[in-house]
C-alpha cells in the first residue's frame, strides 16, 4: 500500500517567515494531494490540494508544489501568522483501484508573534 | 446545516465489551470512512465505503468492522476492544473517492478501553 512520510514533525518560525513542510509518497499510481489543517482540539480541515497533472498551486499565502518524478510535494506558507499555528497534514491517494486515503505523521508548526 | 455528525463524543469502556461508534452525514456523500488519529502517527485509515454495501480496509482495519447499508450511515464496530485501541477516532464523508474531493470530518470520537 502507500506509505506517505512527512518531515519536520515540529516547525517553529517568526511570524512573517516562510514555512515549509515536505512529504514524500511511495505509490507511483498515487494522482491527489490534499493538506489538512488541524487546530488544537478540532476537526481537520482541507487547505488546499493538488493534482498530479499540475506542478504548483497557490492560495493566496499557500502554496502546494509536486514533483511526480521524485515522488514528493511541500506545502509552503508564506507571511506566516499566529493563526497558522495548528497541525498540518499531507496526504495521497489514487481515482482508480484502491480509493483508500494515506496521511502522513503531521507537523506541528508554531507562529511565534 | 451540512454536517457529519459522530456518537458518542466520549467512550470510556473496559477491554471486551462490544461498542459501536456511530457516524452519519447529511450531505448524500457517496464515500465515507473512518480514521484514528494517535499522537506521533498521523491521521490513519481504518475503513472506507465507497457506496452503499461497499467497504474496503484502509490501513489499519485490524479489530474493527464496519457496514454501510444506508448511505448517510457508517458506523464503527468494536467486537472486543482492547487498551491499544485507546485512541481519538474520526469519521469523513466526501462526495465521491479519489481525486479532487475534499473529506469532511466529524467533531471526533475520544475512546479510552481499560
Known amino acids: 500500500g502507500e506509505n506517505v512520510e512527512q518531515h519536520p514533525s515540529t516547525l517553529s518560525v517568526q511570524e512573517g517567515d516562510s514555512a515549509v513542510i515536505k512529504c514524500t509518497y511511495s505509490?507511483?499510481?498515487?494522482?491527489?494531494f490534499p493538506w489538512y489543517k488541524q487546530e488544537l482540539g478540532k476537526r481537520p480541515q482541507l487547505i488546499i490540494d493538488?493534482?498530479?497533472?499540475?506542478g504548483e498551486k497557490k492560495d493566496q499565502r499557500i502554496a502546494v508544489t509536486l514533483n511526480k518524478t521524485a515522488k514528493h510535494f511541500s506545502l509552503h506558507i508564506t507571511e506566516t501568522q499566529p493563526e497558522d499555528s495548528a497541525v498540518y497534514f499531507c496526504?495521497?491517494?489514487?481515482?482508480?483501484?484502491?480509493?483508500?486515503?494515506?496521511f502522513g505523521s503531521g507537523t506541528r508548526l508554531q507562529v511565534q508573534p | 446545516e451540512a454536517q457529519v455528525t459522530q456518537n458518542p463524543r466520549y467512550l470510556i469502556t473496559v477491554t471486551g465489551k462490544k461498542l459501536t461508534v456511530t457516524c452519519s452525514q447529511n450531505?448524500?456523500?457517496?464515500?465515507m470512512s473512518w480514521y484514528r488519529q494517535d499522537p506521533g502517527l498521523g491521521l490513519r485509515q481504518i475503513y472506507y465505503?465507497?457506496?452503499?454495501?461497499?467497504?474496503d480496509k484502509g490501513d489499519v482495519p485490524e479489530g474493527y468492522k464496519v457496514s454501510r447499508k444506508e448511505k448517510r450511515n457508517f458506523p464503527l464496530i468494536l467486537e472486543s476492544p482492547s487498551p491499544n485501541q485507546t485512541s481519538l477516532y474520526f469519521c469523513?464523508?466526501?462526495?465521491?473517492?479519489?481525486?479532487?474531493?475534499?473529506?469532511?470530518f466529524g467533531p471526533g470520537t475520544r475512546l479510552t478501553v481499560t
Open positions: 465505503s465507497m457506496n452503499v454495501e461497499v467497504t
Open positions: 450531505m448524500n456523500h457517496e464515500y
Open positions: 496526504a495521497a491517494s489514487r481515482s482508480t483501484g484502491r480509493r483508500a486515503l494515506t
Open positions: 493538488i493534482r498530479s497533472n499540475v
Open positions: 505509490d507511483s499510481a498515487s494522482n491527489y
Open positions: 469523513a464523508s466526501s462526495l465521491a473517492g479519489g481525486i479532487g474531493y475534499e473529506q469532511y
